[in-house]
């Protein structure tokens, strides 16, 4: 929206009156993890745990997103609606979701990745001739 519209017309914010926000909380696995098996994982412990985010009524439905297929990771977001005094602090909040994947993924042996690189050598043609002179 340009900035002459809000000085020039009316502008309506849809969320003055609603105190709850959808917010996305990143997190990776490793490649060979089932995906039925990070979503289940991720929403169950979610119910049993005592994070604060809304589950009523069902358009605030929370749900595990696969974003991406990393270099080293395959990469999802957990999509939670959040209400009341969470929306305050976003990056506590954020801070309190990660802490809670960090914690279900470790419970059930689902491996959080991390950037790995192989390195092939190859040798020289130099040294390759210098090898077949002194097997003759």
């Given at each position: 929206i340009p900035n002459s519209s809000f000085i020039q017309n009316n502008?309506?914010?849809?969320?003055?009156?609603?105190?709850?926000?959808?917010?996305h909380i990143p997190f990776s696995v490793a490649y060979g993890t089932p995906n039925e098996k990070v979503e289940e994982v991720i929403i169950e412990e979610l119910k049993l745990s005592n994070l604060n985010y809304?589950?009523?009524?069902?358009?605030?439905?929370?749900?595990v997103w696969m974003t991406s297929m990393g270099a080293s990771s395959v990469d999802y977001e957990l999509v939670v609606w959040v209400k009341g005094p969470s929306t305050l602090k976003p990056s506590g909040t954020k801070s309190d979701f990660l802490k809670f994947i960090y914690a279900a993924l470790n419970k059930h042996h689902i491996q959080i990745p991390f950037p790995q690189l192989d390195l092939h050598v190859k040798?020289?043609?130099?040294?390759?001739e210098d090898n077949d002179q002194k097997t003759m």
């Open positions: 502008v309506i914010n849809w969320t003055l009156e609603n105190d709850i926000r959808r917010i809304v589950t009523k009524p069902a358009k605030y439905t929370t749900a040798e020289t043609v130099q040294k390759q």
